[in-house]
């Protein structure tokens, strides 16, 4: 089992979730901001619209796996939590049926 954590260990978790959180969120704004400013060009005819769709599908597949990394696999996963929580619990009526 692991030890409660200190007052200034779930601050620093805290922390680091957020930023983690905050840092997808920037990524996702600029990611917006960009792609809406090429469409745009595109629209008033630099280019072919068409061309748009590339830089917007692969910066979006990497926007995509840094929000699974952020919310679903790394520190700010509440699916992480919630299996260790399974687990422990599992665990503890394991030991306590001895």
Do not use: C
Request: glycine share 12%; proline share 3%.
């Amino acid at each position: 089992m692991t030890p409660p954590l200190s007052s200034e260990d779930l601050d620093r978790l805290a922390r680091k979730r957020a930023g983690a959180k905050l840092g997808w969120y920037v990524h996702a704004s600029v990611y917006l901001v960009v792609n809406a400013v090429l469409f745009f060009l595109a629209s008033q005819g630099v280019g072919h619209r068409q061309w748009t769709i590339y830089p917007a599908l692969g910066w979006g597949i990497g926007l995509l796996l840094h929000g699974v990394s952020v919310f679903l696999i790394g520190s700010g996963a509440g699916l992480r939590e919630s299996m260790e929580k399974r687990e422990r619990d599992r665990l503890q009526r394991k030991q306590d049926r001895r």
